[in-house]
């Protein structure tokens, strides 16, 4: 049986002012039952003391009536009449109060008590109203999903087996859905069940969802009048799975680190805000001529710096797109020279460490795992400029993004040797030889003539390219010590004449400041400076005195015969005397022949010394063969 919605919607109403008209006070005395439950229904007449018997009878349709209690004051019997429907199911106590056991929708009649007695027959109506509350609402048949801009059919409300017929009314988020055409549409119908009488309601709903109803819960609920009066019964909310499609692209770029270096992998995720997602997509590499087609994620392994540029996801049809820029920061280092080099001392080496960088980075420089404040620059090398440098740079803002490269310096350079000598307390003779060069030389000691050594050879430590031997003699005689000094370069030999310890030292010039060689030659240079020195002198108090004597008086004898005196001591004038002043010519003649006579010694000592040094340093620079 269908009802329209107009009629629906009076249906309410109507059992409501049914309801008022039943009341008690208001017309008939109506008893209300709850379907299943017991119907009791009291004889409202008082009993008249002449009572003989009293009954209950129902009013059928037409009127007439069946009778279907029956109890006696006198013999106190009940006797009910063979009514199907009420057999064993009826009660009369004594006060012919009626009871009726499960209470059906059938049992909904007017009930009428009569007492009679002799003289009058009293009677009492009364309408009975049963109630079935109905089943908890349920949706029934719900979409799997839904689609925005589409009419589809979102589900049924059912409520079973209630009476009277309920009402159902439909929810979203709480709030009542109207009618609207093309978008919410409703349709309510009731099925009664002939054997029982019950009614079961049912609403569907077809409706054209929108996005923001994502998430909207969707219910229902039956509205049905009870022994109470109006009550509702909600159903379970529903969500329902809103299609819709995407309208925007989104790319994003995950990786480990917030910049991204070269070796690095790269994962593209491109997501869409359809629901349901878009399951793949069109990936737009830098380089590549055509698209790639893969799932909402692309992986890219060991980067380079040529993966830099505009990256594109987009739907399968092109539609919606969207871009990022990736940026592959990468860090070049050239060291040159690098590796293991070898220079000689003395030599120039231009170094230099450059950095190619997609940002700002900074470079440092060790030596020896010590840090340097400059770089290195070697216009002269010398033995204290070996050791490892390491030149090393990093991107601070690009987390493990270093370089560094190691230049391995040897500065090589032949022997090179100085001796060097002092004497302790006229009883040994302490000979230094000093030596440089790299690798480091093997030093060896030689020596000529009688003697002994003291001590054995002591080494110093050998510190950038720089270390002595010594040893300590007490020679009796003159010998001649000689220091070899030898690596993988070059073999170099000096020797130092040495005299015994009770001769006096000819040979103790102190050369501790310099090679013997070159004290040698300065000794020498001095000696002549020294020799030339005092003959100019002599030469020039000789003009003068001729000069002042030519003043004075004519010489009585020729410049040549006073230029060139008797050098003897039985020739005491050096010129003729003159009359005058006999005695001063005389003085002035002592006198020069006095300093021609010391020039002369010293002359020959300085001469003398020259010859000695130039046989020391004849000794001390010999070579081995």
């Not at 030596?435 to 002591?458: C, D, L, R, Y």
Request: glycine share 6%.
């Amino acid at each position: 049986m269908m009802e329209s919605p107009a009629a629906t919607a009076r249906r309410p109403l109507l059992l409501l002012l049914a309801a008022l008209c039943l009341r008690p006070g208001l017309g008939l005395y109506t008893v209300n039952a709850v379907y299943g439950d017991t119907i009791v229904m009291p004889c409202r007449q008082e009993i008249p003391a002449d009572l003989m018997f009293g009954k209950w009878k129902y009013e059928t349709a037409n009127d007439s009536p069946v009778f279907i209690a029956f109890r006696s004051s006198t013999k106190k019997n009940v006797q009910y009449d063979d009514v199907p429907e009420y057999k064993d199911r009826l009660s009369l106590s004594e006060n012919y109060t009626l009871s009726i056991r499960n209470a059906r929708i059938s049992d909904e009649k007017r009930f009428v008590c009569m007492l009679v007695t002799v003289d009058n027959v009293f009677e009492e109506p009364t309408i009975v109203k049963v109630f079935k509350r109905p089943s908890q609402p349920e949706i029934i048949h719900p979409a799997n999903f839904l689609e925005t801009e589409k009419l589809k059919m979102l589900g049924e409300c059912i409520a079973r087996e209630s009476y009277p017929e309920g009402n159902i009314t439909w929810y979203k988020n709480g709030n009542i859905l109207q009618p609207m055409e093309g978008v919410v549409v409703m349709s309510l119908q009731k099925i009664v069940d002939q054997s029982s009488g019950l009614f079961t309601t049912s609403s569907s709903l077809q409706y054209k969802p929108t996005k923001k109803d994502a998430k909207a819960q969707f219910s229902c609920r039956v509205t049905y009048y009870g022994p109470a009066g109006q009550e509702t019964i909600p159903s379970q909310p529903v969500v329902f799975d809103i299609h819709y499609p995407t309208e925007k692209v989104t790319i994003k770029v995950l990786s480990q680190r917030n910049m991204i270096k070269e070796g690095d992998n790269i994962t593209l995720k491109c997501s869409g805000n359809g629901n349901p997602p878009p399951q793949e997509f069109l990936f737009y590499i830098p380089g590549e001529r055509e698209a790639i087609r893969s799932s909402d994620t692309y992986i890219m392994t060991d980067v380079r710096r040529n993966a830099t540029g505009e990256y594109k996801c987009s739907l399968i049809d092109g539609s919606k797109e969207d871009s990022t820029n990736i940026t592959i920061h990468y860090l070049d280092l050239s060291l040159t020279p690098s590796g293991e080099v070898t220079k000689q001392i003395g030599e120039a080496l231009l170094v230099s460490c450059t950095i190619a960088s997609s940002t700002k980075a900074t470079v440092l420089w060790l030596k020896d795992n010590t840090r340097m404040q400059t770089s290195p620059t070697f216009s002269s090398l010398q033995y204290q400029d070996a050791g490892n440098y390491i030149c090393e740079t990093a991107q601070q803002e690009v987390e493990g993004l270093k370089k560094r490269k190691t230049l391995s310096l040897t500065v090589e350079g032949k022997p090179q040797i100085k001796i060097t000598k002092k004497t302790e307390s006229n009883k040994s003779k302490t000979i230094i030889c000093h030596v440089e060069g790299f690798p480091k030389p093997a030093v060896q000691w030689t020596i000529t003539g009688s003697g002994s050594i003291i001590n054995k050879t002591e080494e110093s430590k050998y510190v950038n390219g720089r270390f002595s031997s010594k040893i300590v003699i007490s020679p009796e005689e003159n010998v001649t010590l000689t220091c070899i000094a030898e690596n993988q370069l070059e073999r170099t030999v000096t020797s130092m004449n040495v005299s015994a310890i009770s001769i006096p030292e000819y040979d103790e010039p102190d050369d501790r400041n310099g090679y013997n060689r070159e004290k040698v030659n300065d000794q020498a240079k001095l000696i002549v400076g020294i020799v030339v020195g005092l003959l100019l002198a002599a030469l020039v108090a000789g003009i003068v005195y001729w000069v002042y004597m030519k003043r004075s008086k004519p010489l009585p004898r020729t410049v040549s015969h006073f230029l060139n005196p008797p050098l003897n001591s039985h020739s005491p004038n050096l010129c003729p005397q003159s009359d005058v002043s006999g005695k001063s010519e005389k003085a002035a003649a002592q006198n020069f022949q006095t300093l021609l006579r010391t020039a002369s010694k010293h002359v020959a000592k300085d001469l003398g010394n020259t010859e000695e040094n130039k046989k020391l340093e004849e000794n001390n620079h010999k070579s081995e063969a």
